[in-house]
């Protein structure tokens, strides 16, 4: 599986972005795909998850939850996260993730859970 984020960028404060992550290669119908977000030096910490065949949804905190929404297209195999209310401490790489099984919640605190990564995309609020 190879995963490509895009649609980070430049944003000010309370300004909206929504990324992208396009999956090609082997993709189960079961699999599970994730958004991460990372500060050089710091773990990489999850955003949101989502499982394939209506498995559920998660958020990793109520800082995220309501702001940010995931979200998948599947005829076009492409992962979204729609961000509103952007603010500061939301700058950070954003990472897709995927693994081919069904995640729980728990998966968000264990990025070594999954098996491909993308190159990540940067956000910037200002």
């Known amino acids: 599986v190879q995963l490509v984020e895009s649609g980070g960028g430049s944003v000010q404060a309370g300004g909206s972005l929504r990324l992208s992550c396009a999956a090609s290669?082997?993709?189960?119908?079961?699999?599970?795909m994730a958004w991460f977000r990372q500060t050089l030096g710091k773990e990489r910490e999850g955003v949101a998850l989502?499982?394939?065949?209506?498995?559920?949804?998660?958020y990793a905190d109520s800082s995220v939850e309501g702001r940010f929404t995931i979200s998948r297209d599947r005829a076009k195999n492409t992962l979204y996260l729609r961000m509103s209310d952007l603010k500061p401490e939301d700058t950070d790489m954003y990472y897709c993730?995927?693994?081919?099984?069904?995640?729980?919640?728990?998966?968000?605190?264990?990025?070594?859970?999954?098996?491909?990564w993308g190159q990540g995309t940067q956000v910037t609020v200002s």
């Open positions: 290669g082997y993709t189960s119908s079961g699999m599970c």
């Open positions: 989502m499982n394939d065949n209506a498995g559920g949804t998660f």
């Open positions: 993730a995927s693994k081919p099984f069904r995640c729980t919640s728990d998966a968000l605190f264990s990025p070594r859970e999954f098996r491909h």
